[in-house]
């Protein structure tokens, strides 16, 4: 498979989902399987299938279908989790000690190689293995590490004051779970937002959406 | 403003959005905004701001702009944000945590009135405020408490053996942090989901795109 340039965001964003459920029939034994199988079990259409994975250059053959490994490697290597990105995650609270703890970084591309808080209650105790350093340091620990990605576990204020300081310490991506907009001031680089409380909202609109006998497509 | 059947999930999605900038705005004193500077300061297009919000009977007025105040109030109801939902919270570990401790949920239209866990070495702890409780008080406490939310903290195992019964006991509706996938097996409720290792799988994508100098959509 190869990349192409024009792929858009959803279907990039339903690779992973790909990647979840052939990990799944592999560890379940099947070796291959029809888009129409894959479909049901998605819960998506054949065609919706055949057409994402065509958009990297296809995959099936007609009559046999997609040998499960192969596609489950290939989407792999397209999400780039062969690699392992250099990671800082700043802000060790409680929602940034779950994600140090809870999420398998190098299982995602990722490796986690710094913590970092402004706490003094929290600096030198031990998250995810790892001990979270001041943020006197991180300059310095830029410098010599050459982290890329920054996880932004803080409130929005400080993110916004931090943005331009990571971004000149050469960090090129964010997994931002603040709710500072880069969007608005830096252009150039790549961020991932986690809003979890617009999430939250949105479920409210859908749940008093469904309440009230309305139909809604589906999330 | 009039709620509109044929809405989009994606305006859907952008309503918490245009909440928090306008929550802002009313913050910082203003009182007025024309389409164009909302546009500038969220990073979207002026038509695009329009468009979303004809979708629920517009609001602005030609000359004038909106009523900063009046559209945050009037989005908080169409989003549900005055209501109370009753939600439980399954799994103590430390997402679970995090998220009972971290999100506000009052303020996005729910509240939070149990937590269950399995595991006795966090059964009668506190979190948030409240006492975790054993998974075997959950029938009875939907019986007597009638939560309709149920937030799923916990592996795609456990949740795809609790989804039958939750829905059982009257939970119409899940802000799902499990892997399992409803869309599958249960059609009758709502789901959102946060699938956190795909959003950063999707980062990792990105990320290699653009350092290949590659272009992508923004996020």
């Known amino acids: 498979m190869a990349k192409n340039q024009n792929v858009s965001l959803s279907v990039v964003r339903r690779l992973p989902r790909y990647h979840?459920?052939?990990?799944?029939?592999?560890?379940?034994?099947?070796?291959?399987?029809?888009s129409r199988e894959l479909a049901d079990i998605m819960g998506l259409t054949a065609s919706q299938i055949r057409q994402d994975l065509n958009c990297f250059g296809g995959f099936g053959q007609q009559g046999y279908g997609y040998n499960v490994e192969t596609?489950?490697?290939e989407i792999s290597r397209i999400l780039g989790l062969d690699q392992?990105?250099?990671?800082?995650?700043?802000g060790a609270g409680n929602l940034g000690r779950?994600?140090?703890?809870?999420?398998?970084?190098?299982?995602?591309?990722?490796s986690l190689v710094g913590v970092f808080d402004k706490s003094s209650s929290v600096i030198g105790s031990s998250v995810g293995g790892m001990t979270v350093r001041s943020m006197d340091e991180l300059a310095a620990f830029c410098k010599q590490e050459e982290p890329v990605v920054a996880v932004l576990c803080i409130p929005k204020d400080s993110a916004q004051v931090l943005a331009d300081q990571l971004v000149e310490l050469?960090?090129?991506?964010f997994?931002?779970?603040s709710h500072y907009d880069f969007a608005v001031s830096h252009k150039d680089v790549v961020v991932e937002n986690v809003h979890m409380g617009d999430?939250?909202?949105?479920?409210?609109?859908?749940?008093?959406?469904?309440?009230?006998?309305?139909?809604?497509?589906?999330l």
Chains 1, 2 share one sequence.
């Open 20 to 34: 979840r459920f052939l990990g799944e029939l592999m560890q379940n034994g099947v070796h291959r399987i029809s």
């Open 71 to 73: 596609l489950y490697h």
């Open 84 to 90: 392992k990105l250099r990671t800082i995650l700043i």
């Open 98 to 110: 779950a994600i140090a703890t809870h999420i398998e970084f190098e299982s995602r591309g990722f």
């Open 170 to 173: 050469g960090i090129r991506a």
């Open 175 to 177: 997994w931002n779970f």
């Open 199 to 218: 999430s939250l909202m949105t479920l409210s609109y859908c749940v008093h959406d469904m309440m009230d006998g309305e139909s809604i497509e589906e």
